[in-house]
């Protein structure tokens, strides 16, 4: 069964640093999501992406962060200048169709010192 | 005003027992109403997802939905230590698609 796939799975980096999650949607899945948790609080939705456009952003998605879909396969989520605050599990989705169930990545834990 | 809302717990309850689980939301133009499990440390894992106002039914596990009263619940029959899991209440908004959780309830069965 297609799965989406993140990497790394951990990723630990100085505050200040600039880092960027990877992820492999399901191959036929056109929409695109980033989503983060911080340890012990609820899911929160980041950012949306279709046909190489954002198509919604919450108010935490500022401008120290960006998403890309450089290659037509990965969809990765970059944050310039790391915070402490964005220690947080960060969850892609994908779907194939809007009304369509999202399907979770493993998610990449990331640790901001 | 919280947007999704659910009992933290944990709820116990015993192998084999019914757990009820239960929430409410706020944006009345929410049309679509997933729940997901998430064990520790993992992502969220659908369980299933309901549009209709009723019951529906899948294995083990019945959900239900109350439009006019803004209400979602899933009913987990003959439950097993490895149902053990916080279960996330997620509305996809109407006007959006993206998933509004909510803080989710964690589950206990005991053996």
């Known amino acids: 069964e297609p799965e989406v796939t993140q990497t790394p799975s951990h990723q630990v980096t100085q505050m200040g640093q600039e880092v960027i999650l990877r992820c492999v949607p399901i191959?036929?899945?056109?929409?695109f999501y980033w989503y983060r948790q911080i340890l012990g609080q609820k899911v929160e939705f980041l950012v949306s992406f279709y046909n190489n456009e954002i198509s919604e952003k919450s108010e935490i998605f500022d401008d120290q962060f960006s998403v890309e879909r450089p290659d037509g396969s990965n969809f990765t989520l970059k944050i310039r200048s790391t915070k402490l605050e964005d220690s947080a599990m960060y969850f892609c989705?994908?779907?194939?169709?809007?009304?369509?169930?999202?399907?979770f990545g493993p998610g990449t834990r990331l640790l901001v010192l | 005003q919280k947007e999704v809302e659910q009992n933290s717990g944990p709820l116990s309850v015993p192998e084999g027992a019914i757990a009820s689980l239960n929430c409410t939301y706020s944006?009345?133009?929410?049309?679509?109403f997933f729940w997901y499990r998430q064990y520790s440390g993992k992502s969220p894992e659908l369980i299933m997802s309901?549009?209709?106002?009723g019951d529906k039914e899948d294995g083990r596990f019945t959900a239900q939905l109350n439009k006019a009263s803004q209400y979602v619940s899933l009913l987990i029959r003959d439950s097993q230590p490895s149902d053990s899991a916080t279960y996330l209440c997620?509305?996809?908004?109407?006007?959006?698609?993206?998933?509004?959780f909510g803080s989710g309830t964690r589950l206990l069965v005991r053996p």
């Open positions: 989705a994908s779907v194939r169709e809007l009304q369509e169930t999202q399907y």
């Open positions: 309901i549009y209709s106002n």
């Open positions: 997620a509305p996809r908004g109407g006007s959006s698609y993206k998933l509004i």
């Open positions: 944006d009345r133009g929410s049309q679509s």
């Open positions: 191959s036929n899945h056109l929409y």
